[in-house]
């Protein structure tokens, strides 16, 4: 029965470490993010709203594409913000649906600066529709934006995101949030709820200490 055991940890073992990889390659293109879209010059309304921020959900790479039917998808990381800074991230992805005339394809980089606690407790719930709740307010900006606007100042949810592609812009509304579980087990080595990472600074990486770092750079801590 021993024999047995050590046979399926030994087979277990490859698949655990391929799934921390992949969750570190997202850690690691959500920081180049943070830091091409947050630490330059162009993106000031940004990094003025992350200084007061609870939290920031980074998506490095968002797909939409169409042809009648089209779509966008992605991978993204939550990390909340508490007196002993920036936490380690939680896994999340990103997906929504449209139907209509468009032909097309586009990448985005979008992030999600978290300023009010509603906003941050609406992200760690298991699934959050953008648009669908009437209590927590999403605006979405273009990179570069400067001087503070109405929408954002009164949001609890201001997306800023950097497009590329022959769609004109990124529309966000119906778009669902998942958190993925099952990345924060691959990721950490035990099962860790995004509460527990998010609002109580559990879970333990050193891949994440450069996201960690390049947000508190984008924050001016």
């Not at 024999?3 to 391929?18: D, E």
């Not at 979405?140 to 800023?160: C, E, K, N, P, Y």
Request: hydrophobic share 45%; proline share 3%.
């Amino acid at each position: 029965m021993r024999r047995l055991i050590l046979v399926v940890l030994l087979a277990l073992s490859p698949l655990a470490a391929h799934a921390q990889t992949e969750q570190q390659a997202l850690v690691d293109r959500s920081t180049l993010t943070v830091q091409e879209m947050l630490t330059s010059e162009n993106n000031p309304e940004a990094k003025k709203l992350l200084r007061d921020a609870k939290g920031a959900m980074v998506c490095p790479q968002i797909f939409k594409a169409g042809f009648i039917l089209g779509g966008q998808g992605g991978s993204c990381v939550l990390v909340g913000r508490g007196q002993g800074g920036w936490t380690s991230p939680a896994f999340y992805g990103l997906a929504s649906g449209s139907v209509g005339f468009q032909i097309g394809i586009q990448d985005a980089q979008i992030i999600f600066i978290v300023l009010t606690e509603k906003g941050l407790r609406a992200l760690i719930n298991s699934q959050f529709k953008v648009g669908a709740d009437a209590s927590v307010a999403v605006a979405t900006v273009g990179a570069g934006v400067s001087g503070a606007t109405t929408a954002a100042l009164r949001a609890d949810i201001v997306a800023f995101s950097n497009t590329r592609g022959l769609f004109a812009g990124v529309s966000l509304d119906g778009t669902m949030i998942s958190a993925r579980p099952e990345a924060n087990s691959a990721y950490y080595g035990q099962s860790l709820s995004v509460q527990q990472i998010v609002l109580e600074g559990q879970g333990q990486n050193q891949g994440a200490e450069p996201l960690k770092d390049m947000l508190s750079r984008a924050a001016g801590n």
